[in-house]
């Protein structure tokens, strides 16, 4: 069963860093995009950063100089690097992706999602 899933959450306090991990687990043929996002609660879902095959990179303006996105295609994973952390960085982040899975054809997958907290 292919699967998202997400690990490096946690409790940290403002100026601090987080490394959050996202590996693709199952059997995948290939991954393109992946992504991160974040939502707090009562806000809308945003878009942190993505990271193509070719290692191309986007972030959202609130993390741009904060946040870095990278990823190991040999291990099929993604990370998430947040340093100078901020209160209104506090959000559930899920790591999105499209996997190329067993039906040949690339489809969105989504992570459950994990939990970063900053406050003193």
């Known amino acids: 069963q292919v699967q998202l899933v997400e690990s490096g959450g946690g409790l940290v306090q403002p100026g601090g860093s987080l490394r959050l991990s996202c590996e693709a687990s199952?059997?995948?043929?290939?991954?393109?995009?992946m992504r991160w996002y974040r939502q707090a609660p009562g806000k809308q879902r945003e878009l942190v950063a993505t990271i193509d095959e070719t290692h191309l990179t986007d972030y959202g303006d609130s993390v741009k100089g904060r946040f870095t996105i990278s990823r190991d295609n040999a291990k099929n994973t993604a990370y998430l690097e947040m340093n100078s952390l901020k209160p209104e960085d506090t959000a559930v982040y899920s790591c999105n992706a499209d996997l190329l899975d067993w039906t040949g054809e690339y489809k969105d997958y989504w992570g459950r999602g994990t939990q970063v907290t900053v406050s003193s």
């Open positions: 199952g059997t995948v043929f290939g991954i393109n995009t």
